[in-house]
Structure formats: structure tokens, C-alpha cells
């Protein structure tokens, strides 16, 4: 059969309809399996929020990752740092409890890790202590023990300025401390970006990542006497049993502050580490941070 030249033509002219076509719904598909990869940037009702990739420090969410706020007990992953960074630093040092401690948890109405004056705890206890019931007790006792002075008041005032030259090292300058357990005097605050910057930074220590992750722990203290009690504590992080690939990091709470946390996951080889301030409840701080979570670890 022949086939004259305007046949050929229309035979080439619908060959090339015909790949058009399929070029743009193939384009089309491409497109919409790109816009389908990125997931929409979740509304959070926290008024602060902030994630990072840990090991690129890459942003992934933010929201008013820079506005000033109280923090609350999420101060003490810098008292933590400041005690881990120590030179020559002993952890199974022991440190006595001292009447004033507790009278400060009495007179401000703090959360308590329960220690007994004439006690002897370690510098380890003294961190489990701080860092999952959040005791304000304890983070007394490592800035009493940390800090340099003759006096009480003289090496609590040292250690809080050890807290914010660690923060000056790290480059934050959205942070000051002006207490070691975030009960401030109205100078102690950090942003989203800084104090995810400060978790990041602590999350180096083995030690730090080891009580972080604790669900739960018991540990045997020397009494007055030269006997021995059991402490038993609970972390205030219930996203450490209810969100996948959890590591810890630290709640916070407080009539100014609200309902704040830091949190790290590991999913993979991937470590998010973020925050979230001045959440309304309890309930919607874990919310929140789900979403910003489990958007980043998408991204």
C-alpha cells in the first residue's frame, strides 16, 4: 500500500500529539508524586516550636523559633550540661543533703526528687533526680556542689553563671539563665531554636543520653546513719513510652512558662531533636510535638 507525503505527515503529526500528551500527564504524575512526598507544615497550638536535624542541624520546623519565653524545668538540661562538663568530674561522688534544699522546695512549691536531709547521694543519683521527676532539690545540690564560693549563695550565683558562659560558648544569644531549675526572678528565658541548640549540644554526653532515655530508675542512697533507702523515680517524658524511636529529653512546666518540651527521636539514622514552649496543657505539649516530629522526620 502507498502512502502519499500528506499521509506521512498525519501519521507524524499524530505521533507527535499522541507523545505530547503523554509527556504532560506523565509530567503531571511526576508532579504529583513530588507535591504527595512533601507533607503540608503542621498547625501547632503551641505558641513556639522549633526541630532540627541533630547531625546536620538542618531546620526542619519553625515557628517562632526566636521569641524570648519562660522555660521552666527544660533550664535544667543546661544544669545537666554545666555538671557534665565539669573537669576530672566524679560521678559516683557523693554529695550531702542539705535542710536547705528542702526548705527551697517547700517555700516555692517545686516539683521534688524526695531527698532526705543527712542523706549522701551521688553526683549520678543527683542527675537522675534532676532530670526525670525534676528535682528542683537536686539541681539545688549539684549548683551547691558545682559552684565556687564560701557560701551557699555565693556558689549558686557561680553555677548559674557557668550555665550562661555555656550558653555564650554555644552562640545563643536569645538565652539567659538567672536560676539553676527555671524557677527565675524574670531573667531566666530561651527561645525554640536556642534551647534545641542546648539539647542538641548536651545529647554529646553519654551520660546525658543514657539518664535522658530512663523510664523509670532505682537507686540505692546511704543514709545518715550508714544505712541505705531505695529512691524510685519516674520520668515527667510520657513521649519516651508513647512516640517511636524516643531518647528523651526534658519536660517543663510553670505558671509562666506553661507546658514546654525538649525531645529527641532516633528513627533510622536519623536523630530530630525539637521544641515546643508555652503549650496550654500537658496534653496538647505532647500533641504539638508529635506534629512537628513526625513532620520532620518526613522531610
Known sequence: ??????????????????????????????????????????KITAPGGYTMNNGTAKSLFSK???????????????????????????LDSKVTIQKAYSDYI???????????????????????????????????????????GTTRAARVKSFIG?????????GLKNTHFDSFDGIGNGSNYSTPRDLTKIASSAMKSSTFRSIVKTKSTK????????????????????????????????????PTAKYCLVFAATR???????????????TNRTADMKKIMDYSFKK
Open 1 to 42: 500500500m502507498k502512502i502519499g507525503i500528506k499521509g506521512i505527515n498525519r501519521i507524524t503529526a499524530s505521533a507527535t500529539v499522541a507523545l505530547t500528551a503523554g509527556a504532560v500527564i506523565a509530567s503531571g504524575m511526576f508532579a504529583s508524586t513530588a507535591q504527595a512526598a512533601t507533607p503540608p507544615t503542621p
Open 64 to 90: 517562632a523559633a526566636d521569641t524570648r519565653r519562660s522555660t521552666g524545668s527544660t533550664t535544667k538540661i543546661m544544669t545537666a550540661k554545666v555538671v557534665l562538663s565539669q573537669k576530672n568530674l566524679n
Open 106 to 148: 517547700v517555700s516555692k512549691g517545686a516539683s521534688s526528687a524526695r531527698l532526705i536531709v543527712g542523706d549522701k547521694v551521688t553526683v549520678r543519683q543527683l542527675l537522675y533526680g534532676l532530670m526525670l521527676p525534676s528535682g528542683c532539690d537536686a539541681a539545688y545540690a549539684l549548683a551547691d556542689k558545682f559552684g565556687s
Open 162 to 170: 557557668k550555665m550562661n558562659a555555656q550558653a555564650k560558648s554555644l
Open 219 to 254: 537507686q540505692k542512697v546511704t543514709t545518715k546513719s550508714g544505712g541505705y533507702r531505695y529512691m524510685s523515680w519516674t520520668n515527667t517524658n510520657t513521649m519516651l513510652s508513647s512516640y517511636s524511636g524516643a531518647i528523651g529529653i526534658k519536660t517543663g512546666s510553670g
Open 268 to 282: 533510622g539514622s536519623k536523630t530530630i531533636v525539637g521544641t515546643v514552649l508555652a503549650s496550654t496543657s500537658a
